[in-house]
């Protein structure tokens, strides 16, 4: 015989819980990963042997401009915004401590580095102000500055009053350089997006180098399509 159930028993039955639903915004992607077809292998391959073989010539340009410190930063300064230093992580680390043995051996600190582009009052030279690229080089560098290196802070305030100063009479592509930099510093911008951005610029340099930028524009066509094919198979 079933044991009746009470009005008491059942209004201790605790009632379910009713869950909001979780409303999240639209994924920005879609479904292109999910329907990503991977590049073919062959055609893969056959990209991979070209950026070798552009990879030796550009090292064979790297080697030719060792023997000049100015030539040889002009063109290390491209190759790490293309996103391709990389490829060529010992040539230039040996490069710059080169560099930086002949020219800097007597400096023993970041002060004593960045004092020899002041002058005997204290200030920054006249001089630099003159040197858009220079003043753009320096500029970035300060932005590595850590806590306590005041003449970085210095030379970060020096640039950031000249660039913008003089951004709106420059012509292209080194405004556009000029104003991004002071927008979004490399120290402050993902490699790979910087790298994007670059490309597209150094292109309109007057000294871009043809087989670096074509090095440059493979290169980030194979990283990209790897990505894409990995983001691919997360999705999955």
């Known amino acids: 015989m079933s044991t009746p159930v009470s009005a008491c028993s059942l209004a201790q039955i605790p009632k379910p819980q009713i869950r909001s639903v979780a409303k999240f915004h639209p994924n920005i992607w879609g479904n292109q990963f999910m329907t990503y077809t991977p590049e073919d ?3 893969r391959a056959c990209k991979e ?12 340009k790297l080697m030719a401009a060792a023997a000049s410190p100015s030539q ?6 491209p190759v790490q915004r293309l996103g391709v230093a990389y490829r060529f992580e010992g040539e230039i ?3 710059l401590q080169q560099i930086y043995d002949s020219t800097f051996h007597d400096a023993d600190d970041m002060h004593g580095i960045f004092s020899k582009f002041k002058d005997e009052q204290g200030g920054f030279k006249e001089a630099l102000i003159k040197d858009v690229q220079g003043m753009l080089g320096l500029s970035e560098a300060a932005h590595f500055r850590v806590h306590g290196e005041d003449i970085l802070e210095e030379a970060l305030a020096f640039t950031t009053t000249h660039l913008k100063t003089m951004v709106e009479s420059l012509r292209y592509p080194l405004a556009e350089q000029v104003a ?6 490399i120290r402050k911008c993902l490699e790979r997006l910087k790298a ?3 490309i597209s610029i150094y292109q309109d340099e007057s000294s871009h180098d043809e087989i670096l930028q074509k090095m440059a524009k493979l290169d980030f066509t194979l990283v990209q399509s790897l990505h894409k094919e990995k983001l691919s198979n997360l999705t999955r």
């Not at 040889?72 to 300064?77: G, K």
């Open 180 to 185: 991004h930099a002071l927008k979004r510093p």
């Open 41 to 43: 292998k062959v055609i």
């Open 196 to 198: 994007r951005w670059y």
């Open 93 to 95: 680390e040996e490069a």
């Open 72 to 77: 040889l930063l002009n063109f290390i300064d």
């Open 49 to 60: 042997e070209q950026v070798e073989d552009l990879k030796k010539e550009v090292r064979r």
